[in-house]
Each structure stands twice: as C-alpha cells, then as structure tokens.
T-cell receptor, first 115, second 110 residues
C-alpha cells in the first residue's frame, strides 16, 4: 500500500514556541491531505483539509492562526503549531488521499508535548 | 448529521475465541466505509474498504461485512498480535470528509 511519512514522531517543546510537523506521500501524489488530532483513548478529530496550491479548509472550532497548514507540493504538507501551549499537547496525525481513489493512508503520527 | 458509532468500546478475548465488532453509521451519500487498525502511538493502518450493502472482504483472520446501516468486523480465532484498536470510518459523499467512530480496543489474551 501507499506510504505516508510523518516527522517528527515525538516532540517536546516549551510553552510559547512553534513546532512544525511534516507529512510526505512517498510513492504517490496527494492532491488532498488531512490533519487529525487524537486525544488518549479517543477517536480521530479532523482539524483541516489541505489542498495542494490553495488555502486549507479548517473545521469549526479549529483556530487557523494557531494551526498553520501549508501544502506547497503534491507530496508535502506541513502543520505548524504556533505559540504552543500545554493544551495543544496531543497526538497529531496526517493522512493523504490517493489522487484517483478513495483510500486514505495515514502517517505514523506525532506526539506533541508542550511543557 | 453524519455519525459513526462503534461497539463495544473494549473487548477482551481469549486466543482462539471468535467475535465481532460493530460499526453503526448514518451518512449522507456513503462513498465508502473503511476499517483501520491502530496500534498505540501509531497512525491508523488501512484494512478494508466496503462500498455497497452486501459486500464482504477478508484478510487473514478478519472479515468485514456491510449493510445499509452497519458494518461488522468479524475476527476468527484471534491471536495476541491482533490486539489493537479497530477504527471504523465513513466517507461522506456530501462533504467529502472521513468521519471516524470512537474505536473498539481489542485485547486478545494467550
């Protein structure tokens, strides 16, 4: 199956700093990528939909100025958590949809801990 | 409103004890129902896609079925390595979004 690489897998940062998470589709082109957030023992919550070359579409309640998403190419999307605070600590997962299919393939996730 | 509900929330089985996980859904314009496996600290791993009622798919000890209102993931003679959280998701034709259930955490004891 298709491979989606997410980096870093774990990051610890101080409150007030910004953190960038990268998501790459390694063997296919992804015109659409998605960013999810997952709390412990909870399901995945869609944060935003990212389309290559255009602005991301954010879900209701997700602050677009805090969670900056850039999808500059068909294989790379980034999520930047700006001025992170402890309440932003969570597991963030990206996914990419095949260009001509319905399947979503997921990255391995990033555990963010804000001290 | 599009919604996915999975049951049970947690399931403990003895090795070899077969069982089924349920996924009930309401969605506007189903484009597909997906099953994923998620291990702790990892992203979801794709298992199956089902598109229409009556469809069935199998992979090793797992079999997924679909009706107009729900899907089942049957696990036959499970092994400890099948222990994981199983997620069900539906792709809405109206919104284009993949909506997840809360998952069933399966523990298989040797």
């Amino acid at each position: 199956g298709a491979v989606v690489s997410q980096h870093p897998s774990r990051v610890i940062c101080k409150s007030g700093t910004s953190v960038k998470i990268e998501c790459r589709s390694l063997d296919f082109q992804a015109t659409t990528m998605f960013w999810y957030r997952q709390f412990p023992k909870k399901s995945l919550m869609l944060m935003a939909t990212s389309n290559e070359g255009s602005k991301a579409t954010y879900e209701q309640g997700v602050e677009k100025d805090k969670f900056l998403i850039n999808h500059a190419s068909l294989t790379l999307s980034t999520l930047t958590v700006t001025s992170a605070h402890p309440e932003d600590s969570s597991f963030y997962i990206c996914s990419a949809r095949e260009q001509f299919g319905e399947k979503l393939f997921f990255g391995s996730g990033t555990q963010l801990s804000v001290l | 409103e599009d919604q996915v509900t999975q049951s049970p929330e947690a399931l403990r089985l003895q090795e070899g004890e077969s069982s089924s996980l349920n996924c009930s859904y309401t969605v506007s314009g189903l484009r597909g129902l997906f099953w994923y496996r998620q291990d702790p600290g990892k992203g979801p791993e794709f298992l199956f896609t089902l598109y229409s009622a009556g469809e069935e798919k199998e992979k090793e000890r797992l079999k997924a079925t679909l009706t107009k209102k729900e899907s089942f993931l049957h696990i036959t003679a499970p092994k400890p390595e099948d222990s994981a959280t199983y997620l069900c998701a539906v792709l809405s034709g109206n919104t284009g979004k993949l909506i997840f259930g809360q998952g069933t955490t399966l523990q298989v004891k040797p």
